[in-house]
Every structure is written in structure tokens, then in C-alpha cells.
């Protein structure tokens, strides 16, 4: 039996459903909605977003839209860039989220239907041929809503000056190779930087940089997911240059360097720094502080490594510090 308290609770939820059933369960839950609806969905296409204006139009409530945008989301057509107008039409928020894989619809924040299929036409079964999906319905608790704020917190609001942006990149890059898909302008990237101090466990590296160069060829599960977090093909040969490029470019180093930049004396000793990494990581449960102090190691080492720009290590006292300058 666990004594973690966050696991005592219970929640009505429904069988594993398929998305025929799911749309049963969204029309029962739009009549039962008064204020706001949340759709959170990686990918959402023209299509799909008409059939949710066609099952809500009738109900006067907000609606808050949620995708992912990527690249090669936009560019391959897994999500269309018309949303936006349609939804600023309709008076509705459009937002991104940097990452998004999730897919739900919460209703009032007391409904909530979660699945795999994305806001489109084969995602929702609208089509003869669609995905196989599938999905349940529950009734929210307080941790459920907790947990969906904290990933919805970082959702950035796309406006008419972001979306003439996209869409010039867009029409710049319409012939590209689907071997290469061209990266965004700086930008837009910015607009995704971190908005909170919420990190989660696999967004930091699991070893050395040391020692992912010296066994990349390797299918051990810390080296994939190094590549994987540093974005790089499984047969890739990585070098010193492109792995410094990325470690700079990573989530969680840019994470560590807004923290040391906002901090008055703009220095962490590694105590301090110990207990802003357990506080701030989302993971449930969160690791033991021995983990923690493991991967705060292992982000240490890839900027000793790499000697980068501003940062300095010390030793007072026999209590290590890092330090960062401008």
C-alpha cells in the first residue's frame, strides 16, 4: 500500500472508448457545459476544428485552443495554420505549447475527456479512413486540474503579428525536402522560451558528455535518450561542435541560465542549487535528492565541458559554487 496521499483519491471514469463512443461522451458533456471549454490537441486541422464549432456553436461559452506548431507540424500539414483565423473569428484563444503531445477536452473544469486522436479529421474518426483511436472519460479531481495548469501555464498566445510571421516562413520554405525540414527563424523560437520554473526529469541530461561521445554507437537506454533529448537521428555521428550547439540550444540549459541570471548576485552554491532543481522538477513522484544532485551533476559537467561563456566554478570554504557573468 502507498503512503504517497496524492494516490488515495478516486475519480468516475469510463471504459476505454473508441472515438465513436468519445464523440457521444463530448456531445453529453457540451450540454453540460456553461462557462469555458479547454481543447488541447499537438495537431489540429481545418477539419477538425469545424466539427468542434459545429457541436458548440449552439452554447455560449469560452473556448481556449491549445496546439503544438512545430515546424514540421505546419509544413507537412499535420496542423493547418488557418486555425488561428478561424478561431479569432469565433473570438476564441489560440495558443502553442512547445512540446505539446497531449490531446484532451476539458469541460467547466469539472469533465474531462482524454485520448490519442488529435483535433483532425483522421484523429476524430471523420473520416471513411481514419486512425484507430482511442480514449476515456472522467470527472476531474483537484490534481488532475493542478497537473493540466502546470502544462497550460506555459502556452504562448499567438497573436496577428506571430501569425503573419508563420505564415512568411511558411511560404518562404513551401518546396522543402521532407528529408530536411528547415528550422524556424529565431524569432519565433524565442516565443517558446520557458514562461515557468516547472522542469521535468528527462529534459536533463542522464550522463556525461564525455561519455555519450564515447559510446554513442551504443543502444543503451541513457544514450538513446541523450540523443533524443539533443535531437539527433539514433545513427548520427555526434562531434564536440554539434553536441555543444545543442546543449546551448537545450530547454533545460536555458532553464538553469534564466534561474542564475534572475538570482541578485547571479551565483548558486550547489546546496542551493540542489534544492531549486527538486522543487522545481514536475515529476510525481519527485526523485530523491541523491538522484536530484545526480542530474544537477550531469548538467554541471556538460557547461564545465564545454567551458561556455560567463560561467564560473569555485571553491570557498570547501562548498563549490557556480557563477555567472554577463
Known sequence: MSNNKLYTFSTERSPILNYHKIREYFIDSID????????????????????????IKKKNIKCRVISHWSSQDLL????????YNFCKEKNWKFEILDR??????????????????????????L???SNKECGIFVETTQIDLNNIQQYLIEAVSITD???????????????FQIQKIP??????????????????????????PKFLLKNQESKNEIILHEKELFGFNPEFYIDDK??????????????FKEQIINREKKLFFFGELTELIHNSLFDDPTPYRKEVKQLQNNLIEYIKYFNIKGFKFEKPNFTEKISYTV
Open 32 to 55: 453540460k457545459c456553461n462557462k469555458e471549454m479547454i481543447v488541447c490537441s499537438a495537431y489540429i486541422t481545418i477539419q477538425g476544428i469545424h466539427w468542434l464549432y459545429e457541436n
Open 76 to 83: 507537412n500539414k499535420s496542423s493547418d495554420i488557418e486555425v
Open 100 to 125: 505539446l503531445h497531449a490531446k484532451f477536452f476539458l469541460f467547466d473544469n469539472k469533465y474531462l475527456i482524454v485520448g490519442s486522436g488529435n483535433l483532425t479529421g483522421r484523429g476524430m474518426g
Open 127 to 129: 473520416l471513411p479512413i
Open 161 to 175: 503579428d506571430i501569425y503573419t510571421k508563420y505564415l512568411e516562413w511558411i511560404k518562404k520554405n513551401k518546396n
Open 183 to 208: 528550422q524556424l527563424p529565431d524569432d519565433l523560437i524565442s516565443i517558446h522560451k520557458i514562461k515557468n520554473n516547472k522542469i521535468w526529469v528527462k529534459e536533463f541530461p542522464w550522463c556525461y
Open 242 to 255: 554539434i553536441l555543444c550547439q545543442k546543449f546551448n540550444q537545450s530547454r533545460i540549459f536555458e532553464w
